[in-house]
Nanobody, 127 residues
Framework: QVQLVESGGGLVQAGGSLRLSCAAT????????MGWFRQAPGKEREFVAA????????YYADSVKGRFTISRDNAKNTVNLQMNSLKPEDTAVYYC????????????????????WGQGTQVTVSS
Protein backbone atom coordinates (compact mmCIF):
# COMPACT_ATOMS: atom_id res chain seq x y z
CA GLN A 1 0.00 0.00 0.00
CA VAL A 2 1.05 3.54 -0.75
CA GLN A 3 -0.49 6.54 0.96
CA LEU A 4 -0.43 9.93 -0.71
CA VAL A 5 -1.13 13.30 0.88
CA GLU A 6 -1.35 16.51 -1.14
CA SER A 7 -0.76 19.97 0.29
CA GLY A 8 -0.27 23.53 -0.88
CA GLY A 9 -3.60 24.32 -2.46
CA GLY A 10 -5.42 27.58 -1.88
CA LEU A 11 -6.86 30.73 -3.37
CA VAL A 12 -4.74 32.88 -5.64
CA GLN A 13 -5.34 35.67 -8.13
CA ALA A 14 -4.83 35.13 -11.83
CA GLY A 15 -1.17 35.45 -12.70
CA GLY A 16 -0.09 34.22 -9.30
CA SER A 17 1.73 31.07 -8.24
CA LEU A 18 1.19 28.08 -6.00
CA ARG A 19 3.36 25.10 -5.12
CA LEU A 20 1.67 21.78 -4.52
CA SER A 21 3.40 18.90 -2.78
CA CYS A 22 2.58 15.22 -2.61
CA ALA A 23 4.09 13.16 0.18
CA ALA A 24 4.25 9.40 -0.31
CA THR A 25 4.46 6.91 2.54
CA UNK A 26 4.12 3.16 2.87
CA UNK A 27 5.49 0.72 0.34
CA UNK A 28 7.16 3.27 -1.91
CA UNK A 29 10.32 1.30 -2.70
CA UNK A 30 8.82 -0.05 -5.91
CA UNK A 31 7.47 3.32 -7.09
CA UNK A 32 9.03 4.67 -10.25
CA UNK A 33 6.82 7.62 -11.19
CA MET A 34 4.12 9.98 -9.99
CA GLY A 35 1.49 11.98 -11.76
CA TRP A 36 -0.73 14.97 -11.06
CA PHE A 37 -4.29 15.19 -12.29
CA ARG A 38 -7.04 17.73 -11.73
CA GLN A 39 -10.79 17.76 -11.82
CA ALA A 40 -12.95 20.83 -12.16
CA PRO A 41 -16.66 20.82 -11.24
CA GLY A 42 -18.70 19.07 -13.91
CA LYS A 43 -15.64 17.95 -15.82
CA GLU A 44 -13.69 14.73 -16.10
CA ARG A 45 -10.40 14.22 -14.34
CA GLU A 46 -7.58 15.37 -16.61
CA PHE A 47 -3.85 14.79 -16.72
CA VAL A 48 -1.61 17.68 -15.65
CA ALA A 49 1.97 16.41 -15.31
CA ALA A 50 4.04 13.35 -14.44
CA UNK A 51 7.61 12.47 -13.63
CA UNK A 52 9.59 9.24 -13.86
CA UNK A 53 12.41 8.76 -11.38
CA UNK A 54 14.72 7.50 -14.13
CA UNK A 55 16.43 10.50 -15.77
CA UNK A 56 13.71 12.59 -14.07
CA UNK A 57 11.76 12.38 -17.31
CA UNK A 58 8.78 14.74 -17.21
CA TYR A 59 5.49 14.96 -19.07
CA TYR A 60 3.03 17.85 -19.27
CA ALA A 61 -0.41 18.53 -20.62
CA ASP A 62 -0.36 21.13 -23.37
CA SER A 63 -2.55 23.41 -21.27
CA VAL A 64 0.11 23.76 -18.56
CA LYS A 65 3.33 23.42 -20.53
CA GLY A 66 5.65 26.34 -19.85
CA ARG A 67 3.72 27.36 -16.72
CA PHE A 68 3.90 24.29 -14.46
CA THR A 69 7.00 22.39 -13.36
CA ILE A 70 7.01 18.97 -11.73
CA SER A 71 9.98 17.87 -9.65
CA ARG A 72 10.95 15.23 -7.12
CA ASP A 73 12.59 15.73 -3.75
CA ASN A 74 14.36 12.44 -3.05
CA ALA A 75 15.25 13.28 0.53
CA LYS A 76 11.65 14.05 1.47
CA ASN A 77 10.08 11.46 -0.83
CA THR A 78 7.80 14.11 -2.21
CA VAL A 79 6.85 15.35 -5.66
CA ASN A 80 6.20 19.04 -6.14
CA LEU A 81 4.15 20.86 -8.74
CA GLN A 82 5.18 24.49 -9.15
CA MET A 83 2.35 26.37 -10.81
CA ASN A 84 3.06 29.82 -12.23
CA SER A 85 1.00 32.24 -14.30
CA LEU A 86 -2.16 30.66 -12.99
CA LYS A 87 -5.39 31.17 -14.87
CA PRO A 88 -9.02 30.90 -13.72
CA GLU A 89 -9.33 27.77 -15.87
CA ASP A 90 -6.71 26.11 -13.65
CA THR A 91 -9.28 26.05 -10.84
CA ALA A 92 -9.82 22.43 -9.82
CA VAL A 93 -9.12 19.81 -7.21
CA TYR A 94 -5.60 18.54 -7.81
CA TYR A 95 -4.70 14.91 -7.14
CA CYS A 96 -1.38 13.12 -7.09
CA UNK A 97 -1.22 9.47 -8.06
CA UNK A 98 1.25 6.60 -8.22
CA UNK A 99 1.16 3.85 -10.83
CA UNK A 100 1.17 0.14 -10.09
CA UNK A 101 1.41 -1.08 -13.68
CA UNK A 102 4.82 -2.21 -14.85
CA UNK A 103 7.13 0.57 -15.93
CA UNK A 104 7.01 -0.75 -19.48
CA UNK A 105 3.22 -0.41 -19.55
CA UNK A 106 3.10 3.00 -17.91
CA UNK A 107 1.30 5.66 -19.91
CA UNK A 108 1.68 8.93 -17.96
CA UNK A 109 -1.47 10.75 -19.14
CA UNK A 110 -3.74 7.71 -18.69
CA UNK A 111 -5.63 7.62 -15.37
CA UNK A 112 -5.88 3.84 -15.67
CA UNK A 113 -2.09 3.61 -15.28
CA UNK A 114 -2.45 4.76 -11.68
CA UNK A 115 -3.60 2.77 -8.69
CA UNK A 116 -2.92 4.93 -5.65
CA TRP A 117 -4.53 8.37 -5.37
CA GLY A 118 -4.42 11.13 -2.82
CA GLN A 119 -7.48 12.88 -1.43
CA GLY A 120 -6.89 16.02 -3.44
CA THR A 121 -6.21 19.67 -2.70
CA GLN A 122 -8.34 22.57 -3.93
CA VAL A 123 -6.80 25.23 -6.14
CA THR A 124 -8.92 28.28 -6.87
CA VAL A 125 -7.74 31.01 -9.21
CA SER A 126 -9.76 34.23 -9.16
CA SER A 127 -9.95 36.56 -12.13
Amino acid sequence: QVQLVESGGGLVQAGGSLRLSCAATGRTSSSYAMGWFRQAPGKEREFVAAIRWIRRQTYYADSVKGRFTISRDNAKNTVNLQMNSLKPEDTAVYYCAVPRVSAGSYDPPAPESYHYWGQGTQVTVSS
